[in-house]
């Protein structure tokens, strides 16, 4: 059974770091791509950035402008989203999913968010 | 402003069917197949249920369908039961590896 189980979120001051992790358990770690995806409170979904299974190679979605850097550890399992100078509106629970090449398209175009974490709460504010 | 358009609310009774509608651009959903729909209940992860526009994972029942024309992609759920009460995502592929997401659709089961 796939298992995400993501940590490291908190309360953090604007302008602070903080980084999150998330453990990996059930399938082949280092040949699945991962994505973190965000949650504001009351709003919908936010795709933040992925990174490939073997290679590492990332993508960021346009708002992170530098502020954050996506990494794995494939001999511990684990992804880690680290974010820095931070904002209030950073504030939204961060999920860890698989980014699976589910469907029929090329390249990225076959993938799909077929498991997620329970997701860690990230709050920034004074 | 959400990247796709969803409407916020949608509502019926057990045993009809509802369609929430996914809004996009000729640069996402009307560029590319890769269409996916999500299910969240409340307080917990989103569940993949659609993939591909019309796609279900193994162990999603049937009573879950999706479809696209131009732009615009459709999640309909039939035989509505009260454990479909939650909110619905939709998300497109739009260029590289970004993916975009809707604002989210409450289905409300009366």
């Known amino acids: 059974e796939v298992q995400l189980v993501e940590s490291g979120g908190g309360l953090a001051q604007p302008g602070g770091s903080l980084s999150l992790s998330c453990a990996a358990s059930g399938f082949t770690f280092s040949g699945n791509a991962m994505s973190w995806i965000r949650q504001a409170p009351g709003k919908g979904l936010e795709w933040v950035s992925v990174i490939a299974g073997r290679t590492g190679t990332r993508y960021y979605a346009d708002f992170v402008a530098g502020r954050f850097t996506i990494s794995r550890d494939n001999s511990r399992n684990t992804l880690y989203l680290h974010i820095n100078n931070l904002r209030v509106d950073d504030t939204a629970v961060y999920y860890c999913a698989t980014d699976t090449p589910l469907g029929f398209g090329s390249g990225w175009q076959r993938n799909h968010f077929d498991h997620w974490g329970q997701g860690t709460l990230v709050t920034v504010s004074s | 402003q959400s990247a796709l358009t969803q409407p916020a609310s949608v509502s019926g009774s057990p045993g009809q069917s509802i369609t929430i509608s996914c809004t996009g651009t000729i640069s996402d959903v009307g560029a590319y197949d890769a269409v996916s729909w999500y299910q969240q209940h409340p307080g917990k992860a989103p569940k993949l249920i659609i993939y591909?526009?019309?796609h279900r994972p193994s162990g999603v029942s049937d009573r879950f369908s999706g479809s696209k024309s131009g732009n615009t992609a459709s999640l309909t759920i039939s035989g509505l039961q009260a454990d479909d009460e939650a909110d619905y995502h939709c998300s497109s592929y739009r260029s590289s590896s970004s993916r975009l997401f809707g604002g989210g659709t409450k289905l409300t089961v009366l």
């Open positions: 591909d526009v019309n």
